[in-house]
């Protein structure tokens, strides 16, 4: 599939590394957390893009290790605190696939680091800021994933 | 709150006043005067424009004065209609020269200082008033120095500050000097109890215990750094499911101390501004004072101000603590003194929030009684649908939100990018898409252009989606087919600094729609027809409150009950309280109600099976099988058996309260109890209650049980002593009638759970009971005739067990049925169409038990509302051909929507019921094969969201 | 459409007698009705396989070649599907990847020449591995199929990887293990995806060239199959010879000291194993060596033995589900009370059927020959 590569993206040049995370976040809690912090106007980094899906249940290994494979830098998986899932126990799910996502992601040799699980409830603006943060910041620490393959000048 | 403003059948009426109220029950013409908000609900977006350029600046009163607001606002965030208001006292439009700013600033002229309000009349069959209560003003108590110390600050003042939302985005300051305190202390009953003798609050205000625990544990998680806490108490009550274990585990916190006793003063460093804090430690009897740095006062609840007002133009009466008067002669707590009216909440005295919506609930169906027959039957649209065969057709619509959006992000650059991107044939932007001027240009293109997917770019999904899918189906687009773009909740309101990095995050967030709309299929809502019958099982109180509310809306019920008469724990009481309403009388009313109602009861009956769903369940019980459209469970509890404890069981003067209550019921004038007069009569509560190894809960009834039955004791010169731990007035009135008894010389003592009392006797006999008094730290023995033991509610390990069995309703740890959400679904459980009602959700008193009743008959009543229910078409599917029948699905869906069924000889695949499912797609992640599919969030459109973010330039 | 021609030419489409042959013998036409490998070739023949690009039945085929051993003019048939879904794969389709895909993407990643995997976790201490020497022990998936099915399934994938090194070091070799091993690209080669089997290959290639290895073995016959005729088909001359574990075991069993193991046991034949390298006898030989174990035969085994049901993680189905019943079922018939196969993936199959909540059960043990020949190893 060949998509064109815009004009302004073109004249973006990163000084440093930006990093490519994906973040799946759940319809209940952690995108509805990731709008409260719209709402209250909390300000956090812009390095990351967000997939909703109905439940943190929903995102199997397949999808974190499809992200990876086209070059994202980091993968964040959030939902409901355990207790508030909307599904009930949808988010014992995504942990028990999690930890196979992460068991799979170390044999790849990939940090560990780059694949995060976490729990954001929909008044938790601020903390959906702290969390974004915090990832973006390890993420760029840890510097590019060796399967992201953009060349250095640009996105 | 949005869910009632975008009801297609409710009008939210804000700004409004209720000013007559003629007619009668079902007839009623209501004269509401709506006063000027000076801007226009058709027009305004909500965009905040107006706000950010009008000049005047004053306290806002939803941040309780901590924040600031302009003259032109919105009440708070998400408010109902998301329209702007203008507070007149403030504007300077009020000048000689006008401001206008406001005026200026407004894009679609929707601001309008001609408005002076109207009058308008409306045609009813009920009302409901859920008028909500006042705080007690805490500056009414000098002693504790609210208003003259910076540092001291009410418990909504602190909900306020802990709200990330709230003045200082959740962050806790000082007010004197902004820094974050190390030690924080709580005083609580401020203004209840007796303590604001000038306001008139003699009663509990229920809530403000459980109100400060949680706040305790919020400010720890808020500033981890915290040093002290100090919650200063009289009676700790958690009274309410689950509130007991949420107190013990609290106290697991280092860093929170409880003490016992009521501050006499604060008073404030002068140099330091920290309150200092006066007390008696009511367990050691120390008189300390403790300097804090911050000093929250839980006030409590009064009566709404404008409840007078409000009575008078209903015709009502009030009680003398202001609240709206309950006629108890009908056995409703949600009856007023007129029939018609209702209602609920604190608007009728103090509640917490679970038993408000419950009571709201309950109130509606009390009200439905009245319009049940002029209900509105839909007429189905016939919309010819578009045909959207053939490659994609994407339209991309971009919304500026004013400045919103458009202030942030390069809205041309978005535009031009989002026209080069696969399948997208149109791009266009607009001031506001969500008026109706942009909806309408969203139509008209979808036929222009012959558009079959779009993507509005905008806001979240989560509030406008339905807005945007109603404009796509009313022109024949299936709403399905439409993706929404969020640029401005999660990107131009969070990253306003970085334009670069925002517009390059908008652009990456729009090809990932246009990525997923290339994908998306139409859905179609299904509907199922509704068996016009509800199955209420039990026959108590709540059961039986349920059944006559449905029954007065027409419905047909059966109540089923194992016992072989109706009434259940009812049967057995003496009095109900506060309304000094016979037991045996109210039973008896009801039970008659029943016998001459169309409700079929069916009385020592079992139910065997129960197999289907919302809206057809197929019931099979040992009185014939029929079929239901919902099902309402009011099975009731147990009394908990204390065998071998304080005696029980080897002394047989050492009886339970039930086993009193027995005796009461069966006593006229003189009271005997084991065929002889007592002389003295000792209480212990808390058996089998918030004892943390067995039944960690509070029982909630047996503290009002215990001075009702202390009352009716002491009234008939029998001495009477109760050991409690805390006493919790659960319940109206009843803080007034554990301050009766006390005056009528019930003694009162405390006792610890370390220090439980002990019951000594002789052979059969209990003859002293010894306890540790804390006041003095002594022991004291009282001989007494009988020891009753206060014994809590249990579940019916059998019933509820078997009914879990064949309904799945998931059961909690403390083996009661588990509602659906804790505080905003206190009646629902997890299976749709399946309600609580009772104590089969935990221990209730007779009064909630009837609110609970009514609250499940409405929420059945919405279930058989239409001939059909919609199913939501977001769900699950299964490829037959492609299921191996690993049955993953089954095991890990809650709901039971997916089931192994036989599909040719030996050959078994998954199904999945779209009436059970939610869609969540939890079971399509654990499929191995990709047998099951999540519409709308399939792999393929997921997959296709992950390329085009990660696949650029390739 | 002259690339097409070409495959049809190459693959022998052309000589197609239309007998329908390979339709009655393939295992998916006995339960698909819709899946005929005569009619797909002929939609090659007489439609250029324009509709067949986006039939989610091109994904099906198990590339068992139970057809091709049967077909009266040798039509190879598993090689004109990984033609026709390499030009799929050209114009964006793709079948329908069993477990979300997960397994494919590893198997991608792995092709990435940056990436330092962290793979060689299951060497425990007891097992003695070399850095450079003759004999170079190819591990395969194995290390992720544990972090991927070991909780769902009572099974420990690496023991297989154990096993193997314990039976070598008995043989007194210490074979090299790569540290960065990739994957041998089998699948995507049978999926058409050609160019990352390519660079899987370069990758492997080096690595194993300059471990100095003379001998590579593997106890996937996958991982066998592309290293000894894949790869040198695609890349040209490998420097190295390629056995599967089988082969070795059979070739050393004097050498082996066996204690008495009581089993019955049945052998399922892998594909890749028998009628592609044509592996029937070793395995056989290796197992009844054993004394003690009592061997009985399916009724389709060896030559004419039945595929495991499902192969490169794609289009796994209620066909494929019916397949591994009836295989189990078969087994069960022989008396056996286990199943061995000779390879890892064969064994998930054959074990995800043994794990179904459907109500008739089979009910048989499955095992791996590495697993049931080290276990046997006297002290």
Redesign the interface.
């Known amino acids: 599939?060949?998509?064109?590569?815009?004009?302004?993206?073109k004249k973006?040049t990163w000084e440093e590394f930006v990093p490519?995370i994906?973040a799946f976040a759940c319809?209940w809690c952690s995108?509805?957390g990731?709008?409260?912090?719209?709402?209250?106007?909390?300000?956090?980094s812009?390095?990351f893009?967000?997939?909703?899906?109905?439940?943190s249940?929903?995102?199997?290994?397949?999808?974190v290790?499809?992200?990876?494979?086209?070059?994202?830098d980091g993968v964040l998986v959030s939902g409901c605190h355990f207790g508030d899932c909307?599904?009930?126990?949808?988010n014992y799910?995504a942990v028990?696939?999690f930890?196979?996502t992460k068991?799979?992601v170390?044999?790849?040799?990939?940090d560990e680091k780059r694949v995060r699980l976490e729990w954001v409830s929909a008044?938790?603006?601020?903390?959906w800021?702290d969390v974004i943060n915090e990832f973006v910041g390890q993420i760029t620490a840890l510097g590019p994933s060796?399967?992201n393959?953009?060349p250095k000048s640009g996105? | 709150m949005l869910d009632a403003g975008r009801h297609p059948y409710i009008d939210v009426l804000t700004n409004s006043e209720l000013t007559g109220l003629g007619g009668h029950a079902g007839n009623f013409r209501a004269t509401v005067r709506r006063n000027p908000r000076y801007v226009s609900e058709d027009l305004c977006t909500g965009c905040g424009q107006c706000a950010d350029d009008c000049p005047v600046v004053v306290p806002n009163e939803f941040e309780v004065g901590m924040g600031a607001r302009k003259a032109i606002y919105q009440p708070f965030a998400q408010a109902v209609p998301n329209t702007y208001i203008i507070d007149s006292d403030n504007c300077l439009n009020d000048n000689f020269l006008v401001c206008n700013n406001c005026v200026r600033s407004c894009d679609r002229n929707a601001i309008d200082f001609d408005d002076v309000g109207r009058e308008i009349e409306l045609d009813i069959g009920s009302v409901i008033v859920a008028t909500g209560f006042d705080v007690y003003d805490t500056s009414a108590l000098p002693s504790y120095g609210y208003g003259l110390y910076d540092n001291v600050l009410t418990n909504m003042e602190l909900e306020r500050v802990l709200n990330a939302t709230g003045p200082t985005r959740g962050h806790i300051i000082r007010p004197s000097d902004h820094k974050v305190p190390k030690t924080l202390a709580f005083i609580q009953c401020v203004g209840s109890r007796g303590e604001g003798k000038e306001a008139g609050c003699q009663y509990c205000s229920r809530f403000c215990c459980m109100n400060a625990v949680k706040d305790c544990l919020l400010v720890k998680q808020h500033e981890p750094d915290i040093e002290k806490i100090l919650v200063f108490y009289i009676d700790l009550r958690a009274a309410g499911k689950g509130f007991e274990e949420f107190y013990q585990r609290s106290t697991e916190m280092p860093e929170l101390e409880y003490i016992r006793g009521r501050p006499s003063k604060i008073l404030e460093d002068p140099k330091t501004k920290d309150p200092i804090i006066f007390y008696e430690n009511g367990e050691t009897g120390q008189v300390s004072k403790v300097r804090v740095d911050l000093a929250v006062l839980s006030a409590g609840a009064v009566a709404s101000e404008s409840n007078v007002k409000l009575a008078a133009a209903l015709g009502i009466d009030l009680d003398e603590n202001g609240f709206f008067k309950i006629e108890t002669r009908y056995g409703s707590p949600l009856h007023t003194t007129k029939d018609g009216v209702y209602v609920c909440g604190c608007a009728a005295g103090i509640n917490d929030i679970s038993d408000s919506v419950t009571q709201g609930s309950g109130a509606a169906a009390q009200a439905e009684r009245h319009v049940a027959k002029f209900r509105v039957k839909e007429e189905p649209q016939e919309i010819k649908e578009l045909d959207i065969s053939g490659p994609p057709r994407v339209g991309v619509f971009i919304c500026h939100c004013g400045i919103n959006i458009a202030g942030v992000l390069d809205i041309e650059s978005l535009k031009e990018d989002a026209a080069a991107l696969p399948d997208v044939v149109y791009v266009e932007d607009n001031l506001f898409l969500c008026s109706d001027e942009g909806q309408r240009l969203i139509q008209e293109q979808i036929a222009e252009q012959n558009l079959n997917r779009v993507v509005g770019v905008a806001c979240t999904p989560r509030t406008h989606e339905p807005i945007f899918r109603e404009s796509c189906e009313l022109v024949g687009l299936n709403p399905y087919l439409f993706e929404m773009v969020n640029v401005r909740d999660q990107c131009s309101w969070v990253h306003t600094a970085e334009p670069e990095n925002a517009g390059q995050k908008a652009g990456d967030l729009i090809r990932m729609g246009v990525a997923k709309a290339r994908k998306l299929q139409p859905l179609y809502r299904k509907s199922i027809p509704v068996t016009q019958s509800v199955l209420v099982i039990g026959g108590g109180v709540a059961g039986m409150c349920a059944a006559l509310e449905l029954e007065a809306q027409g419905v047909k019920v059966f109540l089923s009950e194992k016992e072989g008469r109706l009434g259940g724990r009812l049967n057995s009481l003496t009095k109900v309280y506060p309304a000094d309403l016979s037991a045996f009388e109210l039973a008896r009313t009801i039970v008659k109600k029943i016998n001459t109602s169309r409700v079929e009861a069916i009385a020592s009956t079992e139910i065997n099976s129960i197999t289907g769903y919302v809206g057809n369940f197929d019931v099979s019980s040992t009185c014939g099988n029929f079929r239901v459209g919902s099902i309402i469970l009011a099975t009731g509890a147990e009394i908990y058996n204390p065998d071998g404890e304080f005696g029980y069981g080897e002394y047989e003067n050492v009886i339970t309260n039930q086993e009193l209550e027995d005796i009461l019921h069966d006593s006229k004038g003189e009271i005997k109890i084991g065929g002889r007069t007592p002389e003295t009569v000792v209480f212990i509560q808390c058996i089998g209650s918030r004892n943390a190894g067995k039944n960690p809960g509070c029982s909630r009834f047996c503290c009002p049980t215990t001075i009702k039955q202390a009352i009716r004791l002491r009234e008939s010169g029998v001495n009477v002593a109760v050991f409690h731990r805390d006493m919790r007035t659960v319940g109206a009135k009843a803080e007034e009638h554990y301050r009766h008894a006390r005056a009528l010389g019930v003694k009162f003592i405390r006792y610890t759970p370390e220090r439980l009392p002990k019951v000594m006797g002789n052979g059969k006999r209990a003859e002293t009971v010894e306890i540790l008094e804390l006041a003095l730290n002594r022991t004291l023995e009282i001989s007494t005739d009988h020891v009753i033991l206060a014994s809590g509610m249990v579940p019916n390990e059998q019933s509820t067990a078997k009914l879990q069995d064949l309904l799945k309703v998931p059961r909690g740890s403390d083996g009661f049925f588990m509602e659906r959400h804790a505080k905003l679904g206190p009646v629902e459980t997890t299976i749709e169409g399946v309600f609580l009602a009772g104590c089969a959700s935990g221990p209730r008193d007779i009064a909630d038990s009837i609110a609970q009743g009514c609250a499940a008959a409405a929420k059945a009543a919405v279930i058989l509302s239409g001939d059909t229910v919609d199913l939501e078409p977001i769900t699950c599917i299964v490829d037959k051909t492609l299921c191996r029948a690993c049955g993953q699905c089954v095991e890990i869906c809650q709901y039971h929507a997916p089931s192994l069924t036989e599909v040719a000889p030996g050959l078994s695949a998954a199904q999945i019921n779209p009436a059970l499912c939610k869609g969540c797609g939890t079971c399509a992640s654990w499929c191995p094969t990709g047998a099951i599919a999540a519409l709308h969030f399939t792999d393929e459109q997921i997959d296709s969201m992950m390329e085009a973010l990660l696949t650029v330039g390739t | 459409m002259e690339l097409i021609i070409e495959k049809l030419k190459k693959n022998r489409a052309f000589l197609c007698l239309e007998c329908g042959k390979c339709t009655a013998t393939c295992p998916i036409s006995t339960y698909n009705r819709g899946y005929s490998p005569r009619r797909m070739l002929a939609e090659g023949l007489f439609y250029d396989a324009g509709d067949l690009m986006s039939d989610r039945l091109l994904w099906s085929c198990l590339t068992c070649r139970l057809c091709s051993q049967r077909c009266p003019v040798d039509v190879k048939y598993s090689d004109y599907m990984r033609d026709i879904r390499a030009e799929a794969c050209r114009h964006g389709q793709w079948g329908n990847p069993s477990h979300g895909g997960t397994l494919l993407h590893i198997m991608e990643m792995t092709a990435s020449p940056k990436l330092r995997q962290n793979r060689t976790g299951w060497i425990t201490e007891d097992l003695r591995i070399g850095t450079k020497g003759e004999v170079l022990y190819f591990v395969g998936c194995l290390p992720y199929f544990q972090d991927f099915f070991s909780k769902d399934f009572d099974f420990d994938p690496v023991s297989i990887a154990q096993d193997t090194v314990r039976i070598l070091n008995r043989l007194g070799i210490e074979p090299v293990v790569l540290e960065n091993e990739r994957c041998c690209g089998h699948d995507l080669y049978w999926l058409g995806r050609l160019e990352k089997l390519d660079d899987l290959g370069r990758l492997n290639i080096k690595q194993i060239e300059e471990s100095g290895a003379k001998m590579v073995v593997t106890a996937c016959p996958e991982c066998a199959l592309v290293l000894k005729n894949i790869y040198p088909e695609r890349l040209g001359n490998i420097g190295f010879e390629v056995a599967h574990i089988s082969e070795i075991i059979a070739r050393n069993v004097d050498r082996l000291k066996f204690k008495n193991l009581d089993m019955e046991i049945t052998f399922q034949d892998p594909c890749r194993l028998g009628r592609y390298l044509g592996v029937y006898r070793q395995p056989r030989e290796a197992l009844s060596s054993i004394p003690g174990l009592r061997m009985y035969e399916m009724r389709h085994s060896g030559r004419g033995a039945i595929c495991c049901g499902t192969t490169n993680w794609m289009n796994c189905d209620a066909t494929s589900h019916q397949i591994q019943r009836n295989r189990l079922n078969e087994a069960r018939a022989t008396g056996a009370k286990t199943l061995v196969t000779a390879c890892p993936k064969c064994q998930i199959h054959l074990r995800c059927t043994t794990c179904s909540k459907e109500p008739e059960k089979v009910d048989i043990a499955l095992s791996d020959l590495v697993n049931i020949v080290a276990s046997a190893l006297a002290d």
Do not use: W
């Open positions: 599939m060949a998509i064109k590569t815009s004009k302004r993206e973006v490519d994906v319809n995108y509805a990731a709008d409260t912090a719209g709402v209250n106007r909390i300000q956090h812009p390095n893009r967000i997939i909703r899906t109905m439940c249940g929903r995102v199997t290994p397949a999808y290790l499809k992200a990876l494979k086209l070059g994202a909307h599904y009930i126990f949808g799910e028990k696939q930890e196979k068991a799979l170390k044999t790849l040799g990939l008044a938790e603006g601020g903390r800021a060796p399967l393959h953009k996105k």
